[in-house]
């Protein structure tokens, strides 16, 4: 089936230094998201991400937090500069239109130390 | 915005018995609801959805209801296996929005 593509799958990074999460998205889908998951817990939502503009994004979604797409290249989650509380798996996920499936990559495990 | 409510949080039952997993949602216009089952360390994956046109939706072992009145819906396993051990979420959306996931059911199939 469709697969959305996580690059890398896990990440150790220095507090305070910058971070890029890399999703590949499904080649026809419109509709692009992070969730961010601390291990047992729920998929929580950052934010999601159409026609080149962010739609919502959430409490969670730090002003340190930033999203793009140029291009229909990489949809990227930067993260500058890190804290430890950034430390988590953060899943993309896409979709072709709103009422469509979604579909989510394996995630990027990102540490923070 | 929308909050997804999700009970029990750990369910643990007999291989062959049934399971249900109840969530409740606060946005009535919500019209999409999923459930994703994800194994540890693997992404959560569609395993059934039903759109607020319908009360019922079953896919082989897999029931689920919605009930819009009570902006509550279910998931149901017959016959379950320890291979449907996992993480199970519920999640609710509407058109364009976000997802929004409930806090998840660990579901353990004893043999």
């Known amino acids: 089936g469709p697969k959305v593509l996580q690059i890398p799958s896990h990440q150790i990074i220095d507090m305070g230094q910058m971070v890029t999460l890399n999703c590949d998205p499904v080649?026809?889908?419109?509709?692009f998201y992070w969730y961010k998951q601390i291990l047992g817990q729920q998929m929580e939502f950052l934010v999601n991400?159409?026609?080149?503009?962010?739609?919502?994004k959430s409490k969670l979604f730090k002003d340190q937090f930033s999203v793009e797409r140029p291009d229909g290249s990489y949809f990227t989650l930067k993260i500058q500069p890190t804290a430890l509380e950034d430390s988590a798996v953060y899943f993309c996920?896409?979709?072709?239109?709103?009422?469509?499936?979604?579909?989510f990559g394996k995630g990027t495990r990102l540490t923070v130390v | 915005g929308e909050q997804v409510e999700q009970l029990p949080s750990i369910l643990r039952v007999q291989e062959r018995s049934s399971a249900s997993i109840n969530c409740t949602y606060e946005?009535?216009?919500?019209?999409?609801f999923p459930w994703y089952k994800q194994e540890p360390g693997e992404n959560p994956k569609l395993i059934i959805d039903?759109?607020?046109?319908?009360e019922r939706k079953q896919i082989q072992g897999l029931i689920v209801l919605l009930d819009k009145k009570a902006k509550r819906f279910s998931l149901h396993i017959t016959d379950t296996q320890p291979a449907d051990s996992a993480m199970y979420f519920c999640?609710?959306?509407?058109?364009?929005?976000?997802?929004?996931f409930g806090t998840g059911t660990r579901l353990q199939v004893s043999p």
């Open positions: 996920a896409s979709r072709e239109t709103g009422d469509t499936e979604v579909f």
């Open positions: 080649s026809n889908h419109l509709y």
């Open positions: 991400f159409y026609n080149g503009k962010v739609m919502e």
């Open positions: 946005n009535s216009a919500s019209n999409y």
């Open positions: 039903i759109r607020s046109n319908m």
């Open positions: 999640a609710a959306s509407l058109n364009t929005d976000k997802v929004v």
